[in-house]
């Protein structure tokens, strides 16, 4: 008797990791629909036209669904391809943004007092950090809320970003 086994790519799906990765670390990603048998199937690749191969690395399968670990040891936009044979599955190709939010330079001063209704900006240089949304976080004395903070994006200058600080009390 004579066996041919056919694996159809649109009975799996891969979940892609929901934010970006740190620089270093690692996001996993899932691809559901699996056995042991078909999991050998699987084709993973990732690219990035100027960096080296990021790591993808097995951690198992549990029930239906595997998991990978991503991680990239340079800052930029990756594309991750999951196939059987040569068809993507349902989710590939997807995107993983490699950042370091570490590598953010302030350009300029931070006010250290901001006078009632009044507004100062500063600009933060996020080119070697990579793209992405910049979010922070300001501390008041006393706990009440005493600025209005806002990241206006620059599209003349993708790499700076300026913070602009108004106070409110």
Request: hydrophobic letters at 35%.
């Amino acid at each position: 008797p004579w066996q041919c086994e056919i694996t159809n790519p649109s009975s799996f799906q891969v979940i892609p990791p929901k934010d970006y990765v740190k620089q270093h670390d690692y996001a996993k990603f899932i691809v559901s629909g699996l056995t042991e048998k078909n999991k050998n199937k699987l084709k993973i690749s990732a690219v990035h036209p100027e960096h080296p191969k990021p790591t993808i690395k097995d951690e198992g399968i549990h029930g239906s669904t595997a998991v990978y670990r991503f991680t990239a040891k340079q800052v930029g936009e990756y594309e991750v391809n999951v196939k059987i044979g040569s068809k993507h599955i349902a989710g590939s190709p997807f995107r993983v943004q490699v950042a370091n939010p570490e590598k953010c330079k302030v350009v300029g001063v931070i006010p250290s007092a901001l006078p009632v209704k009044t507004t100062k900006q500063f600009q933060v240089e996020t080119v070697a950090a990579g793209s992405g949304e910049l979010s922070f976080k300001i501390d008041s004395v006393n706990s009440r809320k005493c600025l209005d903070c806002k990241a206006l994006g620059d599209t003349s200058n993708p790499g700076i970003q300026t913070v602009k600080l108004s106070g409110l009390v």
